[in-house]
Every structure is written in C-alpha cells, then in structure tokens.
C-alpha cells in the first residue's frame, strides 16, 4: 500500500489557508511519507527543537499548573492515549515536520499577554488580559484561580476513599447544604390557609412555618419579598394595632451570629385585622431546641432518631408528673444514652450566652428565652423572634429586671437540655443527675443560673464557669471554618471548568455561524473540534472507550490556564496529528466563542 495515501486527509469542507492543518498539508508533500506509526515512533526528546518530554498522567493530583510536576504512570491503563507536557517556554515559533507529521511549537508570547488568558470566570466576558508568560516558574495572576490542591492541614478525607475523595464533598456538608436547598422549595399545601393573603406589604408567597392554631395570638411564615426574591420569615402578632415600641429600633441593630435579625416592623390590615408583623432573617432548615432534643416523638420508643427521650405525657405537656415519673424519665435518660455529651451542652451555653451579652449589652432584654424560642441550623444555635414580647408588653420598662429573668431562663433551659425533658420541677432530683452525669462546672453554672438571691447576676459573670471551653468551642469552629473554605475552594474549581464546558460546547459541531455551515469545522474551530474528540472521545489500545475523570480535569485545567503544555491532536481517520500548547488552544477557543458572543448580540 502507498504509504502517502496516509496523507490524504481533507476536512469535508477543505481547509482554510490560515489553518495550521492547511500548513501541515502543504508541508507535507515536500517531505518524504511515512506512516504515522513509523512518525510517532521517531518523536523524541533529540528530535524535538523544545526538548519534549512525554508524560503519562496516572490518577489526578491535584497540582498547581503553572509549576509542572512530572506524573509517572502507575498503571498503563490509566494513561492517556497521547499527552504531551511540562515544556519549556519558547518564544519562537516553530513547526517541523518528522517524518510525514508536522509539529507545531507555537509558543508566541502574545497569545498569553492578548486577551486568550482572560479568565473563563466570565463567560463571554471580555475582561482585561492578565500579563506575563505561563511557564514554569513564571508568576501570573491566573495562578491565583488555579486549584493548588487540598491543603495539608486538612488532612486526608475519610468519607470517601481514594480519587472519590478529590472529586466529591463530604456527605456531611452536603446533606446539610440539600437540607437547607430543600427547605426553601418545600411549600405548603396553601388550600389548608384559604385565608393567608396574596400579599403583605412588599412580601409575597406566604408559607407558614407551623400549623395556624385558630385562636393563636400570633402566627409565623416564611415569605419571599416581590422586588429582590430574598426568603423573610414573618411574624404576624394577630390584632395588635399598638405602636411599635422604641426598643424595636434598638433590635434592629442588634447584630449578632447568635441572634436572628429583626429587619422591620409594620402594622397591616392584610389578614384582615390590624395585625402588626416583625420581619426577620430567613434561615433555612432551623429546628427549635424544642424539637431537637427535648421533645418525644410519641411512637412508643424510648428514644428517637436524635436521642430525644419519648415522653408518655407527650400528648399533655401541660399534665402535672408525679415526681416518680420525673425521676424516672431522667433515669431512663441515662439508661438508653440519651443525655447529650457535655461538649455539645457547652457549645450551645457558649452561644447562647454570647447572643444574651450582646441583647443585654445593647440595653435590651430577651424574655422569650425557652426552647421553642431557640432554634438551630448545623452547629448554630440562635434566638428567635426577639422583639415579639417588647410589642405585646410595651410597658414593661424594667430592663434589668428583664435580664435577671433571662438568667434564669437560660438556667432553665440548660437543666432542661442536661436532663433531656423540660418536666425539671423537682430541682434537687434534676441537679442530682447533672452532678452524677456532668461536670462541677457545669452543675454550677446551671446553679448560678437559677440562684434566688438577691444579688444582681450578669452573664459576664459566667465566663470564669466556661473557661477554657470557650477555646474549645473557637477551635471547633475554626475547624468547620477550614473544611468549608476548602470546599469553596474546589467549588470555585468546579464553576471554572463547568464555564469552558459550556465554552466548548457552544463552540463544537455548531451547525452554522453567519450562514457559514463549514464554521465549526474550518480554522481553529477545527483543532478544537479534534480537542474535544481528544478530551471525551479517547479509546484505549483496543478500542475501549478510555473515560479518566482525572485526566479530563487535568487537560480542562490546562486549557484554562493556557498553559504551554502541548497536547498531539490526531485527526479522526487518524492519519493526521496536530501538535499543539493549550495556550493556542484557549486563543482559539476564545476567539471562536467572542464570534459567537458578537453574532448572538442584537445589532445597532
Ligand atoms: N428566622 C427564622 N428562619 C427560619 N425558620 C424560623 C425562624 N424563626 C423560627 N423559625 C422556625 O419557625 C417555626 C415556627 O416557630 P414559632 O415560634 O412560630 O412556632 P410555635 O412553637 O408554634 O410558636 P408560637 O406558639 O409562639 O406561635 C419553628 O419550627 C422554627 O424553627
């Protein structure tokens, strides 16, 4: 067979002179055929101008780009078909033909300083270009979107073993996120509230957040406001036509972690009585301490999923308990392991008395600190409706006498989270059992807490009872801090090759562009065109589909960066190969995808 015949490929439309295949057809026939086997086998470190090394990728390490690692191969199976990489910057120009195959070694300076290294961040967008050769070595503001790989101190992530780990996040932070993207789609059957309105005020699609008891003196829902689309949750205190009072100015600037915000304040008519309505931040997902940990889920088990203990008088909270019961319940608590660790008891007072110094501090008081009034989302804990009892008792003027009750209230509730009930009456069987189960500083705190004498107490004065655990508290947090930047990290990843995806595909097989039905296929389209067949449609030795997540992050980070990297394109009868740096190939890609952009704008 005539070796040229090798040589005879033609795009179906032809090629354009400025295509670099054009060039590599038209060189081609000065030099002597060989076959692409015998051509391939002729490539080497000697015949390459830019010393080319040959590097098979094995598994993905996520690696900084710009200073090239080499990667050895653990297993040939796991090797692309064809990678070049980690060469050197050259600033020439350069093509040479190797036995019937031209190879190109553009390496022009300008295709990293022009805008082809704009950052993919935008789609479309034409944001200045950043400055300098990408090379080894070489510093450039791109490297700051480059992924540079799980930090050390992050440690290795257990979930999910091996390359899964570099690709997915922790079930952990994931079912937390999809609990709070679910909430906010979670909508109530609205023919049960025939009567909720349309409207109120600037806030729309009124979902209530519990069921409205018919005589409830107040009512809370989860609405969406009509301008921004932002999530509020509204507080509707049922025929309460009063004048908001001063201290409602002074909760709206109340800013704390531990605190949900009150945003505004209103009086409608749109339930169809003079209702006042507080407006607060929305949190999706939140749970009261109520039904976390102090409530029995009334199926006969002595716990349920979260350990909550099951209360037989569930269905009359308000049902007087002999003590024997109380005792016996709290007993119970400790027999089937329901009594919460201490560490997370602190980390809920830790909070908790960070929102009261911030209320108290601020001149206000809480009053409405009981577990239903305390909601959690994660780890958080944060007081909720603050402001409500300031509305329905404007003329309660005695703040610090306020305070003192929100102490105490605050004592209560951590008895009752200790002991895992709220039914705590008799205090000396209740303190009994935090002394046996938890620590003396525990048990003094919650006494403190409760204690009737007259002395005036202030939540400063519980810092020396949580000591060190504060430390503790921050550290954890610091903790939660590092894995959710890490997660952003890899997200951010994630949106930038999603981004030159979507370039890619805008790009490929277009049918036409300007009534040019040869646009995708033609020019530099074309190298893009056998770089996506490179990318997705690689087989192995014996024609196996050869799918390597690892490898196509890799190359589509390559791309992104426009690196000086080559990669060998072969064309699809595969008689033709293209040797080119993703730096050609991001110009091209950005070139081809700005024409789309400028054909897609509307005219003048
Ligand atoms: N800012 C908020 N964002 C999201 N959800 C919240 C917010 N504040 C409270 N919630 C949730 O709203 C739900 C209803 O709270 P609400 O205090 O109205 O219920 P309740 O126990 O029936 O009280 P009440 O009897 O006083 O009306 C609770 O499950 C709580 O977790």
């Known amino acids: 067979m005539d070796p040229s015949i090798f040589l005879q490929y033609s795009p179906p439309n032809g090629l354009p002179q400025e295509s670099k295949l054009a060039t590599y057809m038209n060189r081609s026939t000065s030099t002597p055929t060989r076959t692409l086997n015998q051509a391939l086998g002729k490539l080497s470190l000697e015949s390459s101008p830019t010393a080319i090394k040959k590097v098979l990728l094995s598994e993905f390490v996520p690696v900084n780009y710009f200073s090239p690692t080499n990667i050895l191969p653990e297993s040939p199976e796991s090797s692309p078909p064809s990678t070049l990489a980690g060469i050197p910057t050259n600033t020439q120009v350069h093509q040479e033909n190797v036995g019937g195959t031209t190879y190109f070694y553009s390496t022009n300076d300008s295709l990293n300083t022009s805008g082809a290294l704009n950052s993919s ?14 090379g080894p ?3 450039s503001a791109y490297a700051s979107q480059m992924y540079s790989g799980t930090p050390t101190h ?9 390359l899964a780990a570099t690709f997915y996040m922790p079930e952990t932070i994931r079912a937390e996120i999809y609990q709070r993207n679910e909430d906010v789609f979670l909508h109530a059957d609205l023919r049960q509230f025939p009567d909720l309105p349309e409207n109120v005020e600037m806030y729309s699609e009124l979902t209530p957040l519990e069921g409205i008891a018919p005589h409830s003196m107040s009512s ?3 609405v969406v406001h009509r301008q921004t689309g932002e999530h509020y949750a509204l507080r509707r205190l049922h025929a309460y036509a009063s004048v908001a009072s001063k201290r409602i ?3 709206k600037q109340i800013d704390h972690p531990n605190v949900i915000r009150l945003l505004e304040c209103f009086t409608t008519k749109a339930f169809g009585d003079h209702s006042m309505v507080l407006v607060y931040e929305y949190h999706p997902a939140c749970v009261t301490l109520m039904n976390k940990y102090l409530s029995g889920t009334g199926n006969g088990n002595a716990s349920d999923s979260n350990g909550a203990f099951h209360d037989p008088f569930s269905s009359d909270p308000d049902a007087p308990r002999p003590y024997t019961h109380q005792k016996n319940a709290m007993l119970r608590a400790v027999a089937c392991g329901a009594l919460l660790p201490e560490a997370v008891l602190w980390s809920l007072l830790v909070q908790l008395t960070a929102a009261l110094r911030a209320i108290h501090t601020a001149g206000l008081a809480c009053r409405t600190l009981d577990p239903t009034k305390v909601v959690m989302n994660g780890c958080r804990v944060r007081i909720a409706w603050c402001g409500t009892a300031d509305i329905v008792h404007p003329n309660t003027n005695d703040v610090a006498q306020a305070q003192q009750d929100d102490l105490t209230a605050l004592g209560r509730l951590a008895l009752a989270l200790a002991c895992r009930t709220i039914h705590c009456d008799n205090l000396a069987a209740s303190m009994e059992l935090v002394a046996r189960t938890y620590s003396a500083d525990l048990k003094n705190l919650i006494l403190y807490l409760l204690s009737t004498s007259t002395a005036r107490r202030s939540v400063t004065d519980l810092m020396p009872m949580i000591g060190a655990r504060f430390y503790t508290q921050v550290e954890a947090l610091e903790r939660r801090a590092d894995v959710f930047e890490e997660q952003l990290a890899r997200e951010i990843d994630n949106g930038r090759l999603l981004r030159i995806l979507v370039k890619l595909g805008v790009v490929n097989e ?4 300007n009534l040019d039905a040869s646009w995708s296929e033609t020019g530099d389209r074309y190298m893009l065109k056998l770089f996506r067949d490179y990318l997705f449609h690689s087989v192995s030795a014996d024609g196996r589909p050869w799918l390597d997540q690892a490898h196509l992050a890799h190359c589509l980070n390559q791309l992104d960066g426009g690196t000086n990297a080559k990669v060998e394109l ?6 033709s190969v293209l040797v080119v740096s993703y730096a050609e190939l991001k110009h091209c890609l950005e070139q ?3 024409e789309v952009m400028q054909a897609a704008s509307p005219g003048p």
């Open 220 to 222: 809370s829902f989860r």
């Open 570 to 575: 072969m064309s699809r009868d595969e008689q």
């Open 137 to 139: 070595g070489t510093a």
């Open 592 to 594: 081809a995808f700005d």
């Open 249 to 251: 100015d002074m909760w």
């Open 154 to 162: 992050m440690g290795p992530m257990a979930s999910k073993p091996g």
């Open 121 to 134: 961040a935008s789609i479309g967008g034409s944001e200045s270009c950043l400055g300098g050769s990408v």
């Open 510 to 513: 277009r049918p036409e562009l």
